[in-house]
């Protein structure tokens, strides 16, 4: 079957750095997307990767590696704003995207 | 700037009711998705439309039907709701140059009971 595994919750301080973990068994891929969810919001894109290795924008980095299924999403200096659920998805063969449960983070002052 | 827009954000509704939510997006695109959002687990594709009156079932479409009559928008329906389709429904459009990004709805949170 088709499983995208993420951390429940995290737990991080305001100003400090806090990388969330996706793993992935999926039928094919066609890429990794990292979303964030305010709370009774919609989800909105945060970045997308293909290909193995770092994609940096701004405060926020996510990285991949296929051949381990593996993916992280990497917060930079962190903001009070930045609490929210993080959710990994994972396109696979059929261009279907299979979605993780989500990441809160907690931001505390 | 991209937008996707739906009928409610929140609904209650009474078991047996037919329930209507509708989807409007902006940006032309063809790819059109419904999904529903439990606590705990991921967002689970109900059915979604590739193109005008071309529909697709998802990993969840019992209990649903759903209506693609014009490109911009997506109706689910929910034949005779049931307490366990109380969820949150996001819709989500895809397409243009951001082929890979599926922009979404603010979302209804529908109460059956």
């Known amino acids: 079957g088709q499983n995208i595994d993420q951390p429940t919750e995290m737990t991080a301080t305001e100003g400090a750095i806090v990388q969330i973990n996706c793993t992935y068994q999926?039928?094919?891929?066609?890429?990794l997307f990292w979303y964030q969810q305010h709370a009774g919001e919609a989800p909105t894109f945060l970045s997308y990767n293909v290909l193995d290795g770092l994609e940096e924008k701004g405060r926020f980095s996510s990285f991949l590696s296929r051949s381990k299924g593996y993916s992280y999403l990497l917060l930079k200096e962190l903001q009070m704003k930045d609490s929210a659920s993080y959710l990994c998805a994972v396109m696979d063969s059929n261009y279907q995207l299979i979605w993780g449960a989500g990441t809160k983070l907690i931001i505390k002052p | 700037d991209v937008k996707v827009t739906q009928s409610s954000r929140y609904l209650v509704k009474r078991t047996g009711e037919k329930v209507f939510l509708e989807c409007v997006q902006d940006m032309d695109h063809e790819n059109m998705f419904w999904y529903r959002q439990d606590p705990g687990l991921g967002l689970r594709l109900i059915y979604f439309?590739?193109?005008?009156?071309?529909?697709e079932k998802g990993d969840i479409p019992e209990g649903y039907s759903v209506s693609r009559e014009k490109k911009e928008r997506f109706s689910l329906i929910l034949e005779s709701a049931s307490t366990n389709q109380t969820s949150m429904y996001l819709c989500?459009?895809?397409?243009?140059?951001?082929?890979?990004?599926?922009?979404f709805g603010p979302g209804t949170r529908l109460t059956v009971l």
């Open positions: 989500a459009s895809l397409g243009g140059e951001a082929y890979n990004e599926q922009f």
């Open positions: 999926t039928s094919g891929f066609n890429g």
């Open positions: 439309s590739y193109d005008v009156k071309m529909k």
